[in-house]
């Protein structure tokens, strides 16, 4: 229930001025991915890209998510972060004759529609209406980071004026068994978090009483998570006998 907050999500609450928390409910270096890819991204996509290597097929509109997907990118591994070498629209390929040919056979290049990552939505709009192009890609070291549609300036127009650096995002931490990998517990993990990373503002909770408070702030947490509240397939409060309604 509380796997919820991705990259995605990470990012455009970001965007509105929030934070996301990424859950934890995943191996740490998956955590560590999500929060690489929130931190890699310079604007608030809605594009949700599918990436293939030169040498695959598209077969059917499944790959697009039936036109949730507008865009196929073609890069040298086939994956993100790596050399991009084209693009496939959806609406381009549904009036392709023969399908069975390899993508790196039909692609798009995308020799002249290179934006640095670092690229604000004013250079990209910019960039589009001098180039004559509704896509632009976002590349970092030669490796493509992003793919922006005009769809995407447009809509995002609308978020506050981004500033300086990256997303903000956090990335919880729990204190199960199974989580000894990542902390000993809380106390421990935010007494050493604090020493070591004295620039981290760190979050400690859920707390539903004034000793859980205490202690935390004593550990020397930046802030509070307060209550544990009930959902309506959450039986915490039932079984614990203990909750408080969130703050």
């Given at each position: 229930?509380?796997?919820?907050t991705?990259s995605?999500?990470?990012?455009?609450m970001?965007?509105l001025g929030?934070?996301?928390i990424?859950?934890?409910n995943?191996?740490?270096?998956?955590?560590?991915?999500m929060v690489?890819s929130?931190?890699?991204r310079r604007?608030?996509?809605?594009?949700?890209?599918?990436f293939?290597s030169?040498g695959?097929r598209?077969?059917?509109?499944?790959?697009?998510?039936?036109?949730a997907?507008?865009?196929?990118l073609?890069?040298e591994?086939?994956?993100?972060?790596?050399k991009?070498?084209g693009?496939?629209?959806?609406?381009?390929?549904?009036?392709?004759?023969d399908?069975?040919v390899?993508?790196?056979?039909?692609?798009?290049?995308c020799k002249?529609?290179v934006?640095?990552?670092s690229?604000d939505l004013?250079?990209i709009?910019?960039?589009m209406?001098e180039?004559?192009r509704?896509?632009?890609?976002?590349?970092?070291?030669?490796e493509v980071?992003?793919?922006?549609?005009k769809?995407?300036?447009g809509?995002?127009?609308?978020?506050?004026k981004?500033?300086?650096g990256?997303?903000k995002v956090?990335?919880?931490?729990?204190?199960?068994e199974?989580?000894?990998?990542?902390l000993?517990e809380?106390?421990?993990?935010i007494?050493?978090?604090?020493?070591?990373?004295?620039?981290?503002?760190?979050?400690?909770g859920?707390?539903?009483?004034v000793?859980?408070?205490?202690?935390?702030?004593?550990a020397?947490?930046?802030?509070?998570?307060?209550?544990?509240?009930?959902?309506s397939?959450c039986?915490?409060q039932e079984?614990?006998?203990v909750?408080?309604?969130q703050?």
């Amino acid at each position: 229930m509380d796997t919820v907050t991705e990259s995605h999500m990470a990012v455009s609450m970001a965007a509105l001025g929030g934070i996301g928390i990424l859950h934890s409910n995943a191996a740490s270096s998956d955590q560590a991915a999500m929060v690489r890819s929130v931190k890699g991204r310079r604007v608030p996509l809605l594009s949700a890209p599918v990436f293939m290597s030169r040498g695959d097929r598209i077969h059917n509109d499944d790959v697009f998510n039936h036109g949730a997907n507008p865009y196929v990118l073609v890069t040298e591994s086939g994956a993100p972060n790596s050399k991009l070498l084209g693009y496939m629209a959806s609406r381009d390929w549904v009036k392709l004759a023969d399908k069975e040919v390899k993508i790196y056979d039909y692609m798009v290049s995308c020799k002249d529609m290179v934006l640095p990552w670092s690229s604000d939505l004013g250079k990209i709009e910019e960039f589009m209406a001098e180039k004559g192009r509704d896509v632009a890609a976002m590349v970092r070291d030669d490796e493509v980071v992003d793919f922006v549609g005009k769809e995407d300036v447009g809509r995002n127009k609308g978020y506050p004026k981004l500033g300086v650096g990256s997303w903000k995002v956090g990335a919880a931490i729990g204190t199960r068994e199974s989580d000894k990998e990542r902390l000993e517990e809380l106390i421990e993990m935010i007494k050493y978090i604090k020493k070591m990373y004295s620039d981290l503002d760190v979050v400690g909770g859920n707390v539903v009483t004034v000793s859980q408070a205490q202690n935390l702030i004593q550990a020397g947490v930046d802030g509070l998570r307060v209550g544990m509240g009930s959902g309506s397939i959450c039986t915490t409060q039932e079984v614990c006998a203990v909750g408080r309604g969130q703050v």
